[in-house]
C-alpha cells in the first residue's frame, strides 16, 4: 500500500507560478511511472503530465511549455511546476503513482485556483 500526499496546492493570479509537491510513503525509484491529473468542476479528469521510471515525460497539449513535472527519488516526491498559469487551470489536481502495470495509487488532491 502506497499511501501519497499532496502540497503546494492554493489561489494564485493569472500569469503566476505555483509547485505542486506529492509525497509518497514508500521509495518511488522503482515505481512504473508516476503522473499529475486534474479535474475541474463539471468536468472528467484528465491527465496533465508523467513520468516514467527512467525519466521519460509526457504532458497533455494545454500545459507543454508551462509545466514541468519531475521526481526527487531520494526525497519520494514528485513535483509539478507550474508557470504562467490561466483560469482555465483551476481543478483539483492529483498524483497518481503507478507502481506495477495492475497496480495504481492516488492522493486526496489539492485545489489550484486561477483568478485575479
Known amino acids: 500500500q502506497v499511501q501519497l500526499v499532496e502540497s503546494g496546492g492554493g489561489l494564485v493570479q493569472p500569469g503566476g507560478s505555483l509547485r505542486l509537491s506529492c509525497a509518497a510513503s514508500?521509495?518511488?525509484?522503482?515505481?512504473?511511472?508516476m503522473a499529475w491529473y486534474r479535474q475541474a468542476p463539471g468536468k472528467q479528469r484528465e491527465l496533465v503530465a508523467t513520468?516514467?521510471?527512467?525519466?521519460?515525460?509526457t504532458y497533455t497539449d494545454s500545459v507543454k511549455g508551462r509545466f514541468t513535472i519531475s521526481r526527487d527519488n531520494a526525497k519520494n516526491t514528485l513535483n509539478l511546476q507550474m508557470n504562467n498559469l490561466k483560469p482555465e487551470d483551476t481543478a483539483v489536481y492529483y498524483c497518481?503513482?503507478?507502481?506495477?502495470?495492475?497496480?495504481?495509487?492516488w492522493g486526496q488532491g489539492t485545489q489550484v485556483t486561477v483568478s485575479s
Open positions: 497518481n503513482a503507478r507502481v506495477r502495470i495492475t497496480e495504481d495509487y
Open positions: 514508500l521509495s518511488i525509484s522503482n515505481f512504473y511511472v
Open positions: 513520468i516514467t521510471r527512467d525519466s521519460r515525460k
